[in-house]
């Protein structure tokens, strides 16, 4: 609870450096921050300029991989914290670039921020780092050991694992004993700007797919509202910065059960839900008045069976990708959710925004940017309740 | 001698009739009334529980001899402060002194109260209550304190919503006053209970700090009972459902009663089923704190019997036209389950907490909370019994050594190797019936060169028609008519 106190007393958290500031959760990092006024000054880095600049937000272009634009940025800005979001697209298939951007650029981020005297740093990590895609997570906590290389079929994990194990060794070294790092590890973001859940999950509606269920629809999946995701990064930096000040002080050093320099942390909505129940409230916040005795219920092998023949079918045709796959057929299927304990006790995180709330907001705001396929093009631009 | 319609309804549900069997057979209880040691006033007070509780009487018979009496004594003191708040014959400026003092005619061994009308079901226990009186001066002083404390608490209560016009005229008008209500007629008794429970040594103390759960415990049984019975209530003019709930869904409390409101007052009572399994993972908390079995029967029989009966309101219009009752069946098969340990009545919590959920309907306002409130029982029951953590996970992934991993991988390729074959056999299958069917055709006379040569040009239809046939043969055989 440290850690909100300081927050709510008006405490400043300096000047804090955003990574990836112009990206979707990078973007709602700073409107948060901005909005709380919990920083002195504000710098945006990203390798292209954002959409929507935030007014009094500093902006820098540059690589993160490049340790000479680097230095020179950080020892003409002196930051106090960096919160490092910056990562290429998840379903990007040049692993060179992955590995280079989030293992590399991590590393050259840790290494000039250490250098030049920053004292806090939180890296957004993926709650996939202990998740091999395929198996049950149930009420996983941060203990769960992390699955990469060849354990690992996602390459864009094993990258973001690496980084974490970099960005928590390098906390509290003996070179640069104060310098503090922590994780965070969201699972399933979605919200206002997502790309990857709300807007392929709505076109599935406008597709006419809500009348088709894979699996039993028993297993709890966790999806986590931007602004939640955007707030533990906040609790934990002020956190460090809070473990910074009071050693700094002369005060003793955290306990092992308070601790969050050096920790990673699940980040939830602390709701874990039936995964077709998200799904359809989704589409009903887009009108769907779909009735559950009018869904087909496929069994998950049938599932599959309608999935290999579909990929074998489209590769054989060269059409590309088809409209379901094998993986997600599983993803449909499986458990996944987090116990986000060790972030409640320590950060005092609570979602701030709850889940149905946050898919109105970001359903309505999907079918505004007009990014579903399929949505009747009319509602784009178009405000609606 | 059952009846001929119950022995059909069995003849076509003989797995209820076996839960009934088993039930019956099976069941032990954990302790035995011994009645010849009973003074006469004892036995008279166990004939009045029988008479006015059929689900109280079997479990609270078998608790241990330490509370067997103080309990049955605790169940029939309120039972009789509730014969008095019921009956509506007696004039409220009468009843109000009666409700405050109740606690205190416990005192006096000869108090017996007549006044009831002749139609309340439990007279008989007020006419002679100085049976209850007598035992209950012979009981512990520390269990006394607990029960008069409770017995007036509650009597306050009533007495205040007796006096509450707009109570009595209007019913109940936000959550926080049903929440409020339910607290009166059950939240107390849990409370009570659970002091008695601690004080003999039969449950954690540590339940006594944290009195939301033992609210819980009261507020869940009471919402259920309140939302199964709202046709009832609703004939006798009573009114719990609180309006700050209905009034979202129809403009009248009657209206949800028109056949026409049938979605709005399924959308209505979903709120109010959300509104009590909220409290689920509250009661297997407070559950985990028993500490003896009889008690755990005692107190886990009527959780698992209110999450049966919620599943069953649940999505279920029949609640708005008649009284429904969970079948004898699964009610034995409940019991059967409740009787054993907690993790047992947490796989009944998770079952109908998924049952509730796989009737939820998209287009109910509360379906995403509902979701969330079902995944919510789910969790709870998977932090306190884990199916996974990350001790099992590593032992998993310890036990490759090297040479399992090398069979593994010797299988994995094996298997390859059966699809490679499977796909070959497939490929010749299908080679062999095209070659045939080819085969058999050319026997036949089939022109394949005719058709090659059409489809060379761009021709993918078959002709129609005799003379779109003779133009083809003309076109591309040289006009030599022959078929």
């Known amino acids: 609870m440290a850690a909100l106190k300081t927050t709510d007393d008006g405490k400043s958290l300096g000047h804090v450096l955003v990574t990836g500031g112009a990206g979707f959760l990078g973007n709602h990092i700073i409107t948060l921050l901005t909005k709380r006024a919990a920083c002195s000054k504000i710098t945006c880095l990203d390798i292209r300029p954002a959409a929507k600049p935030v007014d009094g937000v500093d902006y820098a272009v540059g690589d993160i991989t490049d340790n000479e634009t680097m230095t020179q940025l950080f020892s003409k800005i002196k930051p106090t914290a960096v919160i490092h979001t910056a990562s290429p697209v998840f379903n990007n298939n040049n692993r060179e ?133 955007a707030h533990g990064h906040h609790l934990a930096l002020a956190a460090l910065l809070a473990t910074s000040d009071r050693e700094a002080s002369g005060q003793a050093l955290p306990l092992d059960h308070e601790k969050v320099d050096g920790e990673a942390f699940h980040i939830t909505n602390d709701a874990p839900v039936y995964f077709f129940d998200f799904a359809r409230m989704c589409w009903a916040a887009a009108g769907d008045q779909t009735q559950l005795s009018q869904v087909w219920v496929l069994s998950k092998d049938f599932g599959l069976f309608v999935a290999t023949l579909m990929e074998w079918v489209f590769w054989l045709f060269g059409l590309g990708k088809p409209n379901l796959t094998r993986q997600q057929v599983k993803y449909t299927c499986m458990t996944r959710y987090y116990n986000i304990n060790k972030a409640k006790q320590r950060l005092g995180y609570e979602p701030i925004c709850g889940l149905q709330e946050g898919i109105r907001r970001g359903v309505k705001d999907a079918l505004y940017r007009g990014v579903v396929v399929g949505q009747p093009m009319e509602l784009k631009g178009k405000k609606i309740d | 001698m059952p009846s001929i319609g119950t022995i059909a309804y069995y003849l076509v549900r003989p797995s209820q009739l076996r839960d009934i069997i088993q039930w019956k057979v099976w069941h032990n209880p954990v302790h035995e009334r011994d009645e010849e040691k009973e003074c006469a006033t004892l036995k008279e007070c166990f004939r009045f529980l029988k008479l006015t509780s059929r689900s109280f009487a079997a479990v609270i018979q078998e608790l241990h001899p330490e509370l067997l009496v103080p309990v049955c004594l605790f169940y029939l003191v309120l039972r009789g402060l509730d014969t008095i708040e019921d009956d509506m014959t007696i004039n409220i400026k009468k009843k109000e002194p009666l409700l405050r003092k109740f606690d205190t005619f416990l005192d006096d061994e000869n108090w017996t109260f007549q006044e009831n009308g002749p139609n309340e079901k439990d007279r008989e226990l007020l006419v002679k209550f100085d049976n209850v009186s007598k035992e209950f001066n012979k009981i512990k002083d520390e269990y006394k304190v607990i029960i008069k404390d409770i017995t007036k608490r509650m009597g306050n209560g009533m007495a205040d919503y007796a006096l509450n016009a707009e109570f009595n005229k209007q019913g109940v008008n936000t959550i926080k006053d049903y929440e409020l209500y339910c607290h009166y007629v059950a939240g107390l008794v849990g409370e009570g209970l659970t002091r008695l429970f601690v004080e003999a040594k039969l449950a954690n103390p540590v339940l006594l700090q944290r009195p939301e759960l033992m609210e819980s415990m009261g507020q869940f049984l009471q919402q259920c009972n309140i939302i199964r019975d709202v046709r009832e209530d609703h004939d006798d003019k009573r009114y719990f459902w609180p309006r700050e709930i209905w009034s979202k869904h129809v403009d009248k409390f009657e209206d949800l009663f028109l056949p026409e409101n049938k979605e709005k007052a399924l959308n209505c009572s979903s709120e109010m089923v959300l509104t009590a399994i909220k409290r689920a993972d509250d009661c297997l908390f407070y559950m985990a704190g028993v500490r003896e079995q009889s008690v755990f029967n005692f107190v886990a029989i009527p959780q698992s019997m209110s999450i049966a009966t919620l599943e069953l309101c649940f999505q279920n219009p029949a609640i708005f036209e008649r009284n429904i009752k969970i079948s004898k069946g699964d009610a034995c098969k409940l019991m059967t389950h409740s009787t054993q340990n907690l993790q047992m009545v947490c796989e009944i919590f998770r079952k109908y ?131």
């Open chain 1, 97 to 229: 670039a992955m590995y280079k951007v989030n293992v590399e650029g991590t590393k050259n981020l840790l290494k000039v921020s250490q250098e030049t005297g920053v004292r806090a740093f939180v890296y957004t990590s993926s709650s996939s780092v202990i998740h091999d895609t395929v198996s049950d997570l149930i009420n996983a906590d941060e203990t769960y050991p992390y699955i990469m290389d060849d354990a690992q079929p996602e390459y864009y994990t094993t990258t973001k694992a690496k980084a974490e194990i970099a960005v928590l060794a390098a906390n509290r070294t003996k070179e640069y004993p104060k310098f503090l790092t922590a994780a965070i590890r969201p699972s399933g973001m979605f919200g206002e700007g997502d790309v990857q859940v709300l807007p392929p999950g709505l076109s599935a509606y406008y597709r006419g797919q809500t009348k088709f269920q894979i699996g039993n629809n028993e297993n709890l999946f966790d999806f986590t509202e931007i602004t939640n995701v």
């Open chain 2, 353 to 483: 907490a998924r049952k509730i959920h796989s009737k939820n309907s998209p287009r109910d306002p509360n379906f995403l909370e509902i979701s969330i409130a079902c995944g919510n029982i789910e969790r709870f029951i998977e932090s306190i019994f884990p199916t996974q953590s990350a001790r099992t996970l590593k032992s998993a992934s310890e036990a490759v050594d090297p040479e399992v991993a090398a069979r593994q991988k010797k299988e994995a390729e094996d298997s390859k190797k059966d699809i490679m074959y499977i796909m070959f056999a497939v490929g010749l299958t299908l080679a062999f019936v095209t070659f045939t069917m080819v085969l058999a055709a050319w026997l036949a006379g089939a022109r394949f060169d005719l058709a090659i040569k059409m489809v060379k040009d761009g021709i993918w239809s078959p002709p129609k028609g005799p003379e779109a046939v003779q133009q083809i043969i003309e076109k591309y055989d040289g006009g030599r008519g022959e078929l």
